[in-house]
């Protein structure tokens, strides 16, 4: 019974990998996981920037000639 079940299992999976329609879980699952750990490291970014603010820098004074 085996043999004759592993063609019709071979066919259907052939007819799958063409269906336009078709999700791959694994690529779904690793966006959603990558779009979690982008907003994650937004939000640590952001708490940061709030902590320690960067500032602009200083800019140097031009130096005025000293009057004699």
Do not use: C, W
């Amino acid at each position: 019974m085996r043999a004759s079940a592993a063609p019709l299992n071979d066919a259907m999976y052939k007819d799958m990998s063409q269906d336009d329609k078709l999700i791959d879980l694994t690529t779904e699952r690793a966006k959603r996981v990558h779009d979690l750990n982008e907003k994650r490291l937004n939000e640590v970014r952001n708490a940061f920037e709030q902590a320690m603010p960067l500032g602009k820098p200083k800019k140097k004074p031009k130096n005025k000639p000293k009057k004699r």
